[in-house]
Nanobody, 128 residues
Framework: QVQLVESGGGTAQAGGSLRLACAVSAFTDSSHCMVWFRQSPGKEREGVAVIASYGTTSYFDSVKGRFTIYKETGSNNLKLQMDSLEPEDSGMYYC??????????????????????WGQGTQVTVSS
């Protein structure tokens, strides 16, 4: 059974840093897409960072140059390094995973409706 468990959330001051982690178990699809989503009160869930199994990454415009998505070497455990945090970065952060190809996604894009595996979320609060 696939499980995704986030950790690393908390409170930071504007300009500070946090590193989120997503422990992934039993996810064996070698071709896959993984995304960090965030959701703030009253807003839709948005994808802030995307990584495909073939190595490409992409970022939401507002976090480019500040956030870095990567995976631990030799595993599917996912990380999100968040630097120069802003109050607008506050929200619940979720990691999500889905296979690429037959039975899964055609493209690795941050559309929440396409992802079947989700973590429970970790809260990030950035104070000004």
């Amino acid at each position: 059974q696939v499980q995704l468990v986030e950790s690393g959330g908390g409170t930071a001051q504007a300009g500070g840093s946090l590193r989120l982690a997503c422990a992934v178990s039993a996810f064996t699809d070698s071709s896959h897409c993984m995304v960090w989503f965030r959701q703030s009160p009253g807003k839709e869930r948005e994808g802030v960072a995307v990584i495909a199994s073939y190595g490409t990454t992409s970022y939401f415009d507002s976090v480019k140059g500040r956030f870095t998505i990567y995976k631990e070497t030799g595993s599917n455990n996912l990380k999100l390094q968040m630097d120069s945090l802003e109050p607008e970065d506050s929200g619940m952060y979720y990691c999500a995973a889905e296979r690429l190809g037959k039975g899964g996604l055609l493209l690795c894009r941050p559309d929440p409706s396409g992802f079947g595996y989700w973590g429970q979320g970790t809260q990030v609060t950035v104070s000004s």
